[in-house]
C-alpha cells in the first residue's frame, strides 16, 4: 500500500530562517507523482509542486526548492529565507493511478509551519 | 470565476437534515474528487470521477452520494449524517491524462449537530 509519511507535526521558526520539511513516501510503483501543496488558515490547498518519479532533478522556485531523492524514497521541501506569509501547514502527498486516467492522491499527515515575525 | 469553486463555504445541519454541497470548476479538467479533511486525519479521497464516470469510491457511508451530472459540476449529496461527518470537504479536479495535477476549492466546513 501507498504511504506518505510527514515525521514533523510542527514547526515554529522566525521570518528570515531556513526551514526543510521532510516527506518519505512507499510505493510498489515504478512511475508515481509527488506533490507538495499549502494549506492557509483560509483552508484552500495551492498546488506547489509536482514531480515524476522519473525526474530526480532538484527543482528551485524562489525561495522554494525541492529534492527528490529516490533512493531514500524523500521528497523534501526547504523555504529560503522564510516570511510570515508561509505559514501554513504543508501537505505531501503520492499519486496512485486510477481507473479512467484519473489519480488518487496519498497524503501525509501535513505539517504545520509557523513564521514568527 | 476562476479555478475551482464550492459552495456553501459553511454549512451548520441536524442529523435528520437533507443537503448539497456543490462544487464548480473552470478549468477545463475531465476528472473531478471528493476528500474529507477531519482534526487530527490526514486527508481522505472520499470519490472520484473521470469523465462523468465514478472510477472511486473509498468505502464511504452510504449517507454521502455524489453526483457529477458533466465535467464541470460535481455534487455530494448528504442525509442523516453523524456528528463524527463534521469535517472540511474539498472538491479537486484534474486532467485525466499524463498525471494532471490536482487543483482544489475553498472547501466547505460542515458542522453536524
Known amino acids: 500500500a501507498q504511504k506518505v509519511t510527514q515525521a514533523q507535526t510542527e514547526i515554529s521558526v522566525v521570518e528570515k530562517e531556513d526551514v526543510t520539511l521532510d516527506c518519505v513516501y512507499e510505493?510498489?510503483?515504478?512511475?508515481?507523482?509527488l506533490f507538495w501543496y499549502k494549506q492557509p488558515p483560509s483552508g484552500e490547498l495551492v498546488f506547489l509542486i509536482r514531480r515524476n518519479s522519473f525526474d530526480e532533478q532538484n527543482e528551485i522556485s524562489g525561495r522554494y526548492s525541492w529534492n527528490f531523492q529516490k533512493s531514500t524514497s524523500s521528497f523534501n521541501f526547504t523555504i529560503t529565507a522564510s516570511q510570515v506569509v508561509d505559514s501554513a501547514v504543508y501537505f505531501c502527498?503520492?499519486?496512485?493511478?486510477?481507473?479512467?486516467?484519473?489519480?488518487?492522491?496519498?497524503f501525509g499527515k501535513g505539517m504545520k509551519l509557523t513564521v514568527n515575525p | 470565476e476562476t479555478g475551482v469553486t464550492q459552495t456553501p463555504r459553511h454549512l451548520v445541519m441536524g442529523m435528520t437534515n437533507k443537503k448539497s454541497l456543490k462544487c464548480e470548476q473552470h478549468l477545463g479538467h475531465n476528472a473531478m474528487y471528493w476528500y474529507k479533511q477531519s482534526a487530527k486525519k490526514p486527508l481522505e479521497l472520499m470519490f472520484v470521477y473521470s469523465l462523468e464516470e465514478r472510477v472511486e469510491n473509498n468505502s464511504v457511508p452510504s449517507r454521502f452520494s455524489p453526483e457529477c451530472p458533466n465535467s464541470s459540476h460535481l455534487f455530494l449529496h448528504l442525509h442523516t449524517l453523524q456528528p463524527e461527518d463534521s469535517a472540511l470537504y474539498l472538491c479537486a479536479s484534474s486532467l485525466t491524462s499524463g498525471g494532471g495535477s490536482q487543483y482544489f476549492g475553498p472547501g466547505t466546513r460542515l458542522l453536524v449537530l
Open positions: 510505493t510498489r510503483d515504478t512511475t508515481y507523482y
Open positions: 502527498a503520492l499519486s496512485e493511478a486510477t481507473q479512467g486516467g484519473s489519480e488518487k492522491l496519498v
